[in-house]
Nanobody, 126 residues
């Protein structure tokens, strides 16, 4: 599966953005999906993931309660709704896909990720 992220931009602290990640390929519905981010000078870190069914989600502590991940298997798209943005959320955001043969599990690490989208930059001004 190939991924293309979009929706980044410049926003003031307290504002909102919605990121989208469109996927190509017929097996989109067999992939758990996630978002990671990388701030300048820092390591890439986990933000959120969603299971194949969409019934389970996982969030980093730093975004819990502010970000919401969702997926639309009919549109081959995963979303990240980001509310109450903070300057420390400034980063390049990457979507990721990890194939699942039969289970509905989540992921939070980068190991085993099958596909990465190109980053979309989010800048939050104070």
């Amino acid at each position: 599966v190939q991924l293309q992220a979009s929706g980044g931009g410049l926003v003031q602290a307290g504002g909102s953005l919605r990121l989208s990640c469109a996927a190509s390929g017929r097996t989109f519905s067999r992939y758990a999906l996630g978002w990671f981010r990388q701030a300048p000078g820092k390591e890439r870190e986990f933000v959120s993931s969603i299971s194949v069914s969409g019934g389970s989600t996982l969030y980093a502590d730093s975004v819990e309660g502010r970000f919401t991940i969702s997926r639309d298997n009919a549109r081959n798209t995963v979303y990240l709704q980001m509310n109450s943005l903070k300057p420390e959320d400034t980063a390049a955001y990457y979507c990721a896909a990890k194939f699942r043969y039969s289970d509905d599990s989540l992921f939070s690490g980068q190991a085993g990720v099958n596909s990465w989208g190109k980053g979309t930059l989010v800048t939050v001004s104070s």
